[in-house]
Structure formats: structure tokens, C-alpha cells
């Protein structure tokens, strides 16, 4: 007997989202579903991990899931979860949905995105999903773009050596124009610092902003997504930039023996 794909879910929002019950919900309905998340927001944690504290984990009670809540970042749940808490190796690792978009260089802080990418040090084909931030968080046919992709990344050719950043469009629930396959753009989350004064007097400050949108390019991320596209951007590890350990010019900069 063939046993189901094991599929792992993870975010970096709580294993209560909205999102995460969204996309459980349809990777259900493709093989034997586990979610290992965060007990509370941990968005921004990038690819960090816990260290000098313990991970403490709870086995949440809900029906036709095995749920486990961490104290740790979303990496910290990826990485306990294949070493000591899955029976075998999934097949997929799957990340969301975020409740805000991951693209530009935004996605260096995004929890999502890294709690997929982990999957690429260890050889699992992973996906990030994004839903882009609206007041209502409205996941209406969200489901069917998150059907047609989990089908295809269970293909046995699917690559394991990157993951996929998918972000959708809020139009989603009223009318998409398509899939685009996408770079991924220089768009910088602009901070703003709100200054405040406790009780005691002492400041403390509220970080908050908006996505900067810099480019027109329709094969970018955030373009695509502006346009009304859902956007997949391939990503990688590999941050060696060609173009200076290349160019001979720099090579100087490093020579000690001059």
C-alpha cells in the first residue's frame, strides 16, 4: 500500500491564522497534513533561531490535523519539526499564507520565506504563499491557486533546490489576469519610527510603513502583483556576486602583498 505524500505547513503569523487553516485545509485533500507553527506573530524573524532559550512545543487539539505549537522563530518549527517530530521526510514544505505580500527586498525579513527556504539546505521542494494585505483578509479563491500549484510541486520533477514565492493579488477574489513567473524587484519597505512615552515616562517606539514601489518592469514581483497577476519568483541561497568575483578590477582592493 502507497502511503500518503507528508506534507509539513508552517508560517510565521501562528499556527491559529486564517492563512494557515486556508492553505491546510487544501493540502488536506493531497496527502497526510502536519503543522508545525508558531504560538504567536513571529513575522520579521527572517531565518533566525533559537539558541540560548529552550523551544518549547504544545500538541494542539483539532480535528483531521496533527498541530503542534513552538515558542520559536518559524525556522526553529521547520527544523525541529524534520528532526524530532515528523514520522519521515515530507515530500513538501509549505509556508503561509502570510497575511501581506513577501517581494522586493522586503523578503530578507520575511519569517515565511525563510521557514520555506530552510527545506532547500536539506533537499525538499518547498513553496511560500503571501496574500496581499487588505482590510478584510478576505481568502476567498485563494484555495484554487493554492490547489493548482500544490499539484504540481508533488510531481516527482519538482526541483528541490529552490523555493517558490508566490504572492497573490487581493483582486483574487473578483478577477485575476493571470500567472506570471517573476524576478524578484529592489522594493524596499519604507519604516516609519512612531516615537511613544509609557506610563513611566520612558520611550518606546512602533515601527510601521509601506511597500516602495520603485520599478514598472511587469516581470518584477510587486508589479506583477500590482497589475493583477499572481506573482511566483524562484529563489535561491546563492548570494556570491558574480559580477565582482569576476571583474579583475576589484581584485586589487584584497592584495596583501602589494
Known amino acids: ?92 514544505i509549505l509556508s503561509g499564507v502570510n497575511h501581506g505580500l513577501n517581494v522586493g527586498r522586503s523578503i530578507l525579513y520575511s519569517g515565511t520565506v525563510s521557514a520555506a527556504s530552510e527545506s532547500i539546505m536539506i533537499g525538499i521542494p518547498s513553496i511560500a504563499f503571501s496574500l496581499q494585505k487588505s482590510k478584510e483578509m478576505d481568502f476567498t479563491n485563494v484555495d484554487i491557486i493554492l490547489e493548482k500549484l500544490i499539484k504540481n510541486a508533488l510531481d516527482e520533477d519538482f526541483p528541490n533546490d529552490v523555493v517558490w514565492n508566490v504572492n497573490i493579488p487581493k ?18 519597505f519604507n519604516e516609519i519610527y512612531h516615537k511613544r512615552k509609557d506610563p513611566r515616562n520612558n520611550t518606546y517606539f512602533w515601527v510601521d510603513g509601506a511597500i516602495e514601489s520603485i520599478e514598472q518592469d511587469l516581470d518584477v514581483d510587486e508589479v506583477a502583483i500590482r497589475n493583477g497577476y499572481v506573482s511566483i519568483t524562484p529563489l535561491t541561497f546563492e548570494l556570491t556576486s558574480q559580477k565582482y568575483l569576476e571583474n579583475s578590477q576589484y581584485k586589487g582592493f584584497f592584495d596583501f602583498e602589494k
Open 171 to 188: 483582486t483574487v477574489n473578483e478577477k485575476i489576469n493571470g500567472i506570471k513567473l517573476t524576478k524578484q524587484g529592489k522594493s524596499n
Open 1 to 92: 500500500m502507497v502511503s500518503k505524500p507528508l506534507i509539513l505547513v508552517t508560517n510565521d503569523v501562528g499556527y491559529s491564522s486564517k492563512g494557515i487553516k486556508v492553505l491546510s485545509d487544501v493540502t488536506s485533500n493531497f496527502g497526510e497534513t502536519i503543522i508545525v507553527a508558531p504560538n504567536s506573530e513571529k513575522s520579521g524573524k527572517a531565518h533566525g533561531i533559537t539558541l540560548y532559550d529552550p523551544i518549547r512545543l504544545e500538541k494542539i487539539d483539532a480535528p483531521d490535523k496533527l498541530v503542534y505549537s513552538i515558542n520559536g522563530t518559524p525556522v526553529d518549527c521547520v527544523k525541529l519539526a524534520i528532526n524530532s517530530l515528523l514520522p519521515r521526510k515530507p515530500k513538501l
